[in-house]
């Protein structure tokens, strides 16, 4: 299975903001990663994570997308069957685990859309293939950063840059193996 990071910080590393949460990541940006997500089919996402898209209101831009939300939480504590539909699914279990599920549910390629913490265990497992940032024009001293200190090291390739719009890029990379 090949695993795709998909990341919009700010210029200097931050997911979020004490303040502004995600709401400096553009609307234009958040409408490429739901479009990418409906191509794969299916997006991770840590619980955390899932509740700010939840709050944002931007659940339904993934209407038909199966939504894998990690969390180490016990599962009948954070969900009722059914809460958010029928395409939300809380996985306990490390990433591994989460993937298994993703192949058993017949889906060859899987969208991780983060926080900090899922796409640190991602990458300590080495199972990122390739990363597309989504740089934010923006500098943040206060926040989340794209991933918590652990123990790994990943070797990229560039592979592209893309201009977004006048003030956004992304930057497509490939995992060294």
């Not at 931007?58 to 180490?72: D, I, N, P």
């Not at 983060?114 to 943040?140: K, M, T």
């Amino acid at each position: 299975m090949k695993v795709t990071l998909y990341l919009a910080p700010s210029l200097n590393g931050m997911i979020t903001d004490s303040m502004l949460g995600t709401r400096f990541v553009s609307k234009s940006d958040w409408m490429r990663f739901a479009h990418l997500a409906k191509e794969y089919g299916n997006a991770v996402f840590g619980r955390k994570t899932f509740e700010d898209i939840v709050s944002a209101g931007e659940l339904a831009s993934l209407t038909g997308v199966k939504l894998f939300v990690a969390t180490r939480q016990p599962i009948s504590n954070r969900q009722r069957p059914g809460e958010h539909g029928p395409f939300v699914e809380f996985v306990s279990g490390g990433p591994k685990k989460i993937l298994d599920l993703v192949g058993e549910q017949g889906f060859a390629n899987c969208l991780l859309g983060g926080g900090s913490e899922l796409n640190s265990s991602f990458a300590s497992a080495n199972l990122i293939d390739r990363v597309l940032v989504d740089l934010q024009p923006w500098l943040l001293g206060d926040g989340k950063p794209m991933f918590l200190p652990a123990d790994f090291r990943v070797r990229l390739r560039l592979g592209g840059v893309r201009r977004l719009s006048d003030d956004e890029v992304q930057l497509t990379y490939e995992v060294i193996r």
